[in-house]
């Protein structure tokens, strides 16, 4: 006669012996409480806890049991796991709190350190000047072009319509490379990318040209031997003196402020006809009660830079048909439009090389 098997032999099933189960259970507390941070107790828990775990597998064990032996092998087996659980969490608190502590000690700021000492380079203004107009100039569409600062004596002069007699040719403006007979010239404007550009491009042509040049003056308060312009030359099919206007309109007024603008006095230049010298409103007065004003002198203008519509000689040098296209161009100061934009009264500390003034004005985006 066979019937259900009522005895509940625990050798059968070793793992949930009642003895067994302490000594899972107290491994695993032990354990716990021995856990010293968070990563050990993370390891403590997949032993003792995890899905291998010896409370685990005996768990799984239960199903094999008879029914009758199931109950008490269960809560035996839900007990222990109850308390390695709770033991679990008990720690996770405590060990939890003194990461924390530990962490605002270690990751604590010290500021009574002394601090760094060694002194942060910055950008040169003139760079960031130079930059800036360039960029007022990308915006429009316009192009940047360059070219050597030593030159060819036909392309600084000839090609410009400054014939051989002029008198920026003589020894007192123009540095002369030797030997003579090679006609090589430190620039002494960047009007020669004028005449670089149309020779290598063909119109339409939209360019700016930021770039040192030289010239044999004294230095002082307000000359250097060695300073920076910027050219603009555009040339195109029907271009006039009013585009010229509104472009310098618009780059006065971005360099120095809203509603600045520009007036042109009748000039000569020999590389453009007509010419002007072209003066931005004072940026301080903007010219209401100019008498009291230091930056321009009671003038209520500044002198900037020389412009004109691109003489037809110049365009026939540089092989463009004057019948068929014409042009502007400009040339600025751009030590001179940094000395007024920042009201500086002597440009020497531009080329110097004090970190101070750099570090004054050459952190300006
Ligand atoms: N190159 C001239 C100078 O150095 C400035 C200048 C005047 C440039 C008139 C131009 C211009 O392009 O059209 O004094």
């Known amino acids: ?133 360039a960029d007022l100039f990308v915006a429009m569409g316009w192009e940047i072009a360059e070219g050597p600062v030593v030159e060819a004596e036909w392309l600084n002069f000839d090609a410009l319509n400054l014939g051989p007699d002029h008198p920026a040719r003589t020894m007192q403006d123009t540095f002369w490379v030797e030997p003579a007979e090679h006609h090589v010239v430190l620039r002494t404007q960047t009007s020669p990318v004028q005449a670089r550009t149309m020779l290598t491009r063909t119109p339409p042509i939209y360019v700016v040209c930021p770039g040192r040049v030289f010239r044999t003056d004294e230095y002082d308060a307000t000359h250097s031997p060695m300073f920076h312009q910027v050219e603009g030359l555009v040339v195109d099919r029907g271009i006039s003196m009013a585009h010229l206007k509104g472009t310098l309109d618009h780059f006065a007024g971005q360099l120095f402020g809203e509603g600045i603008d520009t007036r042109f006095r009748p000039s000569y230049f020999p590389f453009t006809e007509p010419s002007a010298e072209v003066d ?10 100019a008498d009291q004003c230091r930056t321009c002198r009671g003038e209520g203008w500044i002198e900037w830079g020389g412009c004109g519509v691109v003489n037809p000689r110049v365009l026939v040098a540089c092989g463009v048909d004057p019948e068929e296209f014409s042009g502007f161009a400009f040339g600025m100061g751009i030590d001179r439009s940094f000395m007024f934009r920042h009201q500086l009264g002597d440009l020497r500390p531009l080329f110097e090389g004090d970190v101070r003034f750099s570090a004054a004005f050459g952190t300006e985006i």
């Open 280 to 289: 931005v409103r004072c940026f301080v007065c903007r010219g209401v009660d």
């Open 1 to 133: 006669m066979s019937g259900p098997n009522t005895d509940y032999d625990p050798v059968e099933v070793t793992p949930l012996k009642a003895e067994e189960v302490e000594a899972a259970r107290d491994a695993a507390i032990g354990a716990i409480s021995a856990a010293a941070d968070l990563e050990q107790l993370k390891q403590v828990r997949i032993e003792h806890a995890g899905d291998r775990s010896p409370l685990a597998l005996a768990n799984r064990e239960i199903g094999a049991l008879p029914p009758q032996a199931r109950k008490e092998a269960g809560q035996r087996i839900g007990q222990a796991r109850g308390a390695v659980n709770q033991a679990l969490a008990a720690r996770l608190a405590v060990l939890e709190v003194e990461h924390e502590d530990r962490m605002l000690v270690e990751e604590t700021v010290d500021v009574t350190r002394p601090v760094d000492r060694t002194p942060r380079g910055s950008r040169h203004p003139l760079t960031l000047q130079s930059e800036l107009i």
